[in-house]
């Protein structure tokens, strides 16, 4: 009977055990699969694209960012982005920026790519900027930055004058090109990053040349700005800033039209009149000798070369062709000119372009 008890005994035990290694099997798979569910499996939604940007504002709390997740409704469980985020430390490592998003991403992946601060870059192309109050617009339109910082500091006289400009010809920093931009990029950087592109596109050759013509690099892209606004042939910008460099060498007004109507302040002008010319501002060069005090526009790269390589001939007059075509007439003397400008002023008349 004793040995029987044993039996029963021992093989009561092994039940028990047997019983609480599955439990603890158990235990144990749910709680690896909750830790897998919470980790590796995909949490990031997408409903219309397969990558989205997110963009964490300077400053943003985690608190700010599990709100702005909801709003953008990009997770199926936030609970567990949450309490991943208090494992690998990120609560506090919150870092602004534009982050690319796929979807079916993980909790560690996304997690991992806000806390590395990997930004995708914002592509910004400057060109046919005219005005600063304009920068502002395209900068403030692409990054984080408020436009009004941006105009205020290409506008601050001091903060120009430490930098070697003046507010004036502040627009000479900016050479036209697509540059790679941090979403986050504050003004201060901004200008940082453009007169580090300034230093490096006036190399020794270029200030040589500058130097060869009796220019400062502001005055060759001030000079340039106005024979961008003259055409947009690049077989021609040459020969009209040469046209230029003639009548400033010989003391003479550059009496150039797009300085009328930057002074003006319509870009939309089709026909410069004459009562433009009474405009009293210090861009206007019908009224005042030499450059004016800074560029009408950003000058294309080719605007520069074609003041630095300016053609030499014997013109100094030029008016647009009657065709339309985009070129220009040239003329050595005022009574030539005249009669090349009756020309396009009759096209002008019989097309109806009044203003």
Same mark, same amino acid.
């Given at each position: 009977?004793?040995?029987?008890?044993?039996?029963?005994?021992?093989?009561?035990?092994?039940?028990?055990?047997?019983?609480?290694?599955?439990?603890?099997?158990?235990?144990?798979?749910?709680?690896? !699969?909750? $830790? @897998?569910?919470?980790?590796? #499996?995909?949490?990031?939604?997408? /409903?219309?694209? +397969?990558?989205?940007?997110?963009?964490?504002?300077?400053?943003?709390?985690?608190?700010?960012?599990?709100?702005?997740?909801?709003?953008?409704?990009?997770?199926?469980?936030?609970?567990?982005?949450?309490?991943?985020?208090?494992?690998?430390?990120?609560?506090?490592?919150?870092?602004?920026?534009?982050?690319?998003?796929?979807?079916?991403?993980?909790?560690?992946?996304?997690?991992?790519?806000?806390?590395?601060?990997?930004?995708?870059?914002?592509?910004?192309?400057?060109?046919?900027?005219?005005?600063?109050?304009?920068?502002?617009?395209?900068?403030?339109?692409?990054?984080?930055?408020?436009?009004?910082?941006?105009?205020?500091?290409?506008?601050?006289?001091?903060?120009?004058?430490?930098?070697?400009?003046?507010?004036?010809?502040?627009?000479?920093?900016?050479?036209?090109?697509? !540059?790679? $931009? @941090?979403?986050?990029?504050? #003004?201060?950087?901004?200008?940082? /990053?453009?007169? +580090?592109?300034?230093?490096?596109?006036?190399?020794?050759?270029?200030?040589?040349?500058?130097?060869?013509?009796?220019?400062?690099?502001?005055?060759?892209?001030?000079?340039?700005?106005?024979?961008?606004?003259?055409?947009?042939?690049?077989?021609?910008?040459?020969?009209?800033?040469?046209?230029?460099?003639?009548?400033?060498?010989?003391?003479?007004?550059?009496?150039?039209?797009?300085?009328?109507?930057?002074?003006?302040?319509?870009?939309?002008?089709?026909?410069?009149?004459?009562?433009?010319?009474?405009?009293?501002?210090?861009?206007?060069?019908?009224?005042?000798?030499?450059?004016?005090?800074?560029?009408?526009?950003?000058?294309?790269?080719?605007?520069?070369?074609?003041?630095?390589?300016?053609?030499?001939?014997?013109?100094?007059?030029?008016?647009?062709?009657?065709?339309?075509?985009?070129?220009?007439?040239?003329?050595?003397?005022?009574?030539?000119?005249?009669?090349?400008?009756?020309?396009?002023?009759?096209?002008?008349?019989?097309?109806?372009?009044?203003?």
């Amino acid at each position: 009977m004793a040995r029987k008890s044993n039996k029963k005994s021992i093989s009561k035990f092994k039940k028990t055990l047997i019983a609480f290694a599955i439990v603890i099997s158990l235990g144990t798979a749910i709680t690896c !699969y909750t $830790f @897998y569910e919470k980790v590796f #499996a995909p949490n990031v939604v997408l /409903r219309e694209h +397969k990558t989205q940007f997110l963009y964490i504002p300077t400053g943003y709390s985690f608190d700010d960012l599990m709100r702005l997740l909801q709003k953008e409704g990009l997770l199926n469980n936030y609970a567990s982005f949450e309490w991943l985020a208090e494992q690998m430390h990120y609560k506090a490592n919150v870092k602004p920026g534009k982050y690319s998003v796929r979807g079916n991403m993980n909790n560690k992946q996304l997690i991992s790519l806000l806390r590395s601060g990997k930004q995708t870059p914002v592509k910004l192309t400057f060109s046919n900027i005219r005005t600063i109050e304009q920068l502002a617009g395209v900068v403030g339109l692409r990054l984080e930055v408020d436009s009004s910082a941006i105009a205020l500091l290409f506008k601050d006289p001091k903060f120009q004058e430490n930098n070697g400009f003046t507010s004036q010809n502040s627009l000479s920093v900016l050479i036209p090109n697509t !540059y790679d $931009f @941090y979403w986050n990029t504050s #003004a201060e950087q901004f200008y940082g /990053r453009m007169l +580090k592109e300034y230093k490096i596109f006036w190399n020794v050759k270029r200030v040589e040349k500058a130097k060869d013509i009796g220019f400062t690099k502001s005055q060759v892209s001030t000079l340039a700005s106005i024979v961008e606004q003259e055409t947009r042939k690049e077989d021609e910008k040459a020969i009209i800033a040469g046209i230029y460099m003639n009548r400033f060498n010989k003391g003479m007004k550059l009496d150039a039209d797009p300085t009328l109507v930057y002074s003006l302040g319509d870009f939309t002008v089709r026909r410069v009149l004459n009562k433009y010319k009474l405009i009293d501002s210090p861009y206007n060069t019908y009224m005042h000798a030499g450059l004016p005090p800074g560029p009408i526009c950003m000058p294309s790269v080719s605007s520069i070369e074609a003041v630095l390589n300016y053609k030499k001939h014997n013109f100094l007059f030029f008016c647009a062709r009657e065709d339309f075509s985009g070129y220009h007439a040239y003329a050595k003397s005022y009574e030539e000119h005249l009669q090349n400008a009756r020309k396009f002023q009759k096209e002008l008349n019989r097309r109806g372009i009044r203003s």
